[in-house]
DNA sequence: AAACAGGGGTTAA
DNA sequence: TTAACCCCTGTT
């Protein structure tokens, strides 16, 4: 069947009963192929778990899904996923409109960046939920990777809904939890009440894991569900990234590194390079200097990258946490 | 063993 | 511009 230009068939896998759906040649649309542990595990996303080699197990949207590439290496196989999700989420999530191989031209302009593209040209920029890389970017401040995992799968297992197997297929087999949504994070957050409605009395007021961020997390919640800030999506891609990130930091906890990866990660805009600590020492290696300052990292690669800013950070930072060529 | 440093930062002074 | 912030983890 042929949904949005790709060729997608469906069937019933044999061993889970589920449906699963493969998308077809999904590796042309860049030329380095269709990188499936480059897209997880580039930073971009935190709740995307290993479930073997090239296997990645989550939730988007309310289904939870394996995703991996075919054996042929060139499809894109999604279990417990159907035709329509693929219409009305897997498509837009992978970025399956844009095919990679004129960004990577624009963006491969010297020696490291070829380095990096041959590395990791193949990731995926995924489009996320706003809300969902709102709350996991605020958490994510001043802590390491594992931990923000830790954070964000502990919100998500107190405050989520219940996923569970495509229910038209009879199968109640618990998934995981969806990412709780900025009504539930206002009423319940860190509130005496939240954590006696989740049942436990080791819950975040006992052991208050997220620290300072927790009134963060409330406060923008808060803003969220009064309608104290309304997301104009539209507004913030249309407008100049400054304005955007400045509209962003309207919320509590979220600074200019929070507002790009915000920005960058939900899909709004592709000009916008958050710069972390590994960005930071990669442009400061490869372009500039020690003395670099933050501002003039940002000035640089809006200005060298230009409107595939985030195109080039999804590839580059993956490489260089991982190869560490500084 | 107990102190220490530092982590994909933001806030308020 | 700078320190303080909560908590966890890995290191002396």
Redesign the pocket.
Known sequence: MNIKGFNVTQDNCSSTGLPQIFVKDVSDLSPLGFDIRGTFES??CIRWKKVEDGKYYGIVKGRAVNVSLFENGRDLVIENATLEDFRDIWFDYFDLGTNYAPIIKEVEKDDFMQSAIRFSGGARMLVQDFEETLYSY?L?????????I?LVDSLCSLYGEKIYAYPSFGDKTLMGHSFPDSETLALNFCTKEGCESCGSRNGLCD???????CP?IRKTALMIYSGEFILDENHLASSTAEQARKEL?R?????????D?VLLYSGIRKDIC?????VEKTIKHFYLDESA?KSEIRKFTQDYFGKHAGYAQLWF?NYSRTQKPV
């Open positions: 930073g971009q605020i994510s401040s001043q802590n390491n990777i594992p931990r923000i830790k052991k208050p894991f997220a620290g300072y961020r963060y930091c919320l509590s906890g979220v600074g200019e590194k929070v507002a990866c958050p710069i972390d600590v590994w300052k930072f």
